[in-house]
């Protein structure tokens, strides 16, 4: 693998399903995994084997079907876990278990009432039994933002010691600040023995929105893997978006990283999720909200009718939008209302537009949005025909 290859690992079959009212069924798990392994993903966490009759036939047919991408599944630092982990990962290509266990002090105190001590037992054991059954073995210390770097350290040893490939420092409360999250990163890299054997995972939380913001530092710093979801879906605030974190890296070539996504599939994949999911995305939503590309001040929509990058940095077509739009409301211009009626088939001289633009604006503070049907019905107020056009 290059040194500046950045491994996408999609958890929206796992952590984004766990959100409540995104249950899906098998076959709506398997056209979505489908469609993760087009798109390019690394990796694809299909489920949580043991938590369910459906959970484990799910990971068991999304192994069957993947063809390019690692199918991985998750576990606790539990033997029977593991060991049903296995048997639901047995028809895959890669096949790889996700095991860990909650490594910060409120984690260890209140969730296990153990010790530092026995939690690194417990982990270690559980990598060492997973290699039992798969080459591939990925070790989460749950908590890891709020836990303490140097006990994470011991920790990330330990695992690397009992045969874990990849070590996932999930940021599971989503309450780091980026400075310090890829501090955390930089601090592994600095001091674990064995790290450069390894792949450092980030998956972070968005508790605060700095989700895809810490994912980046991370990445920055050293990590080589990123945990993320189809439209940032996922707990309570949700999981880094997939499509943020690939069009960030796209966009900042300085940074030097790149991913295997085929951007170009990315609206018709969040599109896709959402649908099946029943979550709808929030239009301002980067990168594939339905407002992503759209432009509706009269300054803006000047701007981009001129030249599309004095707005945009993204170009649409890129991850699959047809095209920049420019909504017709109160607030745009001449331009505008020139370049939409155009479209439908009016060239408008000054004279015209000067009229027309007149009556649009009456039109438009009657309503949110201007549309083709209203544009056709301006121009036969203002008698103004389609023999106008050129
Ligand atoms: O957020 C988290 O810590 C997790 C782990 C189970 C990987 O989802
Ligand atoms: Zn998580």
Known sequence: MSDNKVQIFDTTLRDGEQVPGCKLNTE?????????????VDVI?????????????????????????????LTRAVENDIKVAAEALRYAKKPRIHTGIGTSESHIKYKFK????????????????AKSFVEDVEFYAEDAGRTDNEFLARVCEAMIKAGATVLNIPDTTGYCLPEEYGAKIKYLKENVRGIDKVIISCHCHNDLGLATANSIAGVIHG??????????????AGN???????????????LDLNTNINTKLLYDTSKMVSEKMGMVVQPNKAIVGANAFAHSSGIHQDGVIKNRETYEIIDP???????????????????????RAKKIGYELTKLQLDKVYKEFLDFADTKKEVVDEDIHQIMKN?????????
């Open 28 to 40: 709506q798990k398997l056209i979505i995994a489908e469609r993760l392994d087009l798109l390019g």
């Open 114 to 129: 153990s010790t530092q001590d026995k939690v690194i037992e417990r982990g270690a054991a559980a990598v060492a039994y």
């Open 223 to 236: 990590a080589r893997q990123i945990e993320c979801t189809i439209n940032g879906i996922g707990e309570r």
């Open 317 to 339: 077509a890129e991850v699959g939008v047809t095209e920049s739009a420019i909504v017709l409301t109160a607030r745009s211009g001449r331009a505008a209302l020139a370049y």
């Open 45 to 73: 966490e299909a489920g949580f084997p043991v938590s369910s009759p459906g959970d484990f036939s799910s990971v068991t047919e999304i192994a069957k079907l993947v063809k390019n991408a690692t199918v991985c599944g």
């Open 382 to 390: 203002t008698k103004v025909t389609s023999a106008a056009v050129a």
């Open 240 to 254: 880094t978006a997939l499509e943020e974190v690939v069009m960030i890296m796209n966009q900042h070539p300085y």
